[in-house]
């Protein structure tokens, strides 16, 4: 029997370093849910299609081969239709324009029957909004990863940082700001904690810790 592991929260929790190392541990796959919104956000950007066309980004989503491939550095790389798109999808213009392509219901119901189907053929570590509460209701383990605002801010500036992608302090605030809300408020399948989720709040506490309280939790120590 394959295991779920499901890491819900808004944007800049941690979840994405968190969920990483916890499936490294455990020998699990990864899935950044996420990134498949970035990617599809991506393309419908290149393809210079109109946020309101909700018909075609629907269609879209059907047609493009959106894949995670873990390089040979064990680093996960995000391809469409066949090119790598890992450094694009976390352009500021992809971030600002994910939410809105995100609540597509039609969207939706296509990356949810391929997140599932990864499931239900390896034990998986999945993070993402919705996957305790939508995508994997049965999953094994549950956690829901917040921070404060500020903090989430600065995590995100800092991880740009790193990237050496430029930004400014105030748009990410801003954008994180309102792409939590639409996340919160979207018809299908919002930001939400499932009942059955650990709530941990990640604020002052690093990411080791959070990782250990994680693995004890799922060991059952
Ligand atoms: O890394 P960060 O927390 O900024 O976000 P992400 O995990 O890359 O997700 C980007 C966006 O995709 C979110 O703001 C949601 O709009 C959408 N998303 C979603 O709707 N459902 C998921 N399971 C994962 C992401």
């Keep these: ?63 493009t081969d959106i894949e995670l491939k873990y390089d040979d550095r064990q680093q996960l790389r995000v391809f469409c239709d066949g090119r790598d798109v890992t450094r694009e999808i976390r352009q500021h213009q992809v971030s600002q324009n994910v939410s809105q392509v995100a609540r597509i219901p039609g969207v939706r119901r296509r990356m949810v029957e391929l997140q599932r189907q990864l499931a239900r053929t390896r034990s998986v570590v999945m993070d993402g909004r919705d996957i305790g509460s939508y995508v994997l209701p049965d999953a094994r383990h549950k956690f829901f990863l917040t921070a404060s605002l500020d903090e989430r801010v600065r995590r995100r500036c800092q991880q740009l940082d790193e990237q050496n992608i430029p930004f400014d302090p105030e748009a990410i605030k801003k954008e994180i700001k309102e792409r939590d809300e639409m996340d919160r408020s979207r018809a299908v399948a919002p930001l939400v904690k499932a009942p059955d989720a650990r709530l941990i709040d990640t604020t002052c506490q690093t990411i080791d810790q959070v990782v250990e309280e994680i693995i004890t939790v799922i060991r059952g120590e």
């Excluded at 779920?4 to 796959?29: E, Q």
């Excluded at 990864?30 to 309101?52: H, I, N, S």
Aim: glycine share 10%; net charge negative; proline share 3%.
């Design 1 to 63: 029997m394959f295991v779920s592991v499901a890491i819900d929260g808004p944007a800049g929790a941690g979840k994405s370093t968190v969920a990483k190392i916890v499936a490294d541990r455990l020998g699990y796959l990864y899935v950044d849910t996420g990134a498949m919104y970035r990617a599809l956000t991506w393309k419908v950007l290149q393809e210079g299609l109109p946020f309101t066309e909700e018909e075609e980004i629907v269609r879209l989503a059907h047609d």
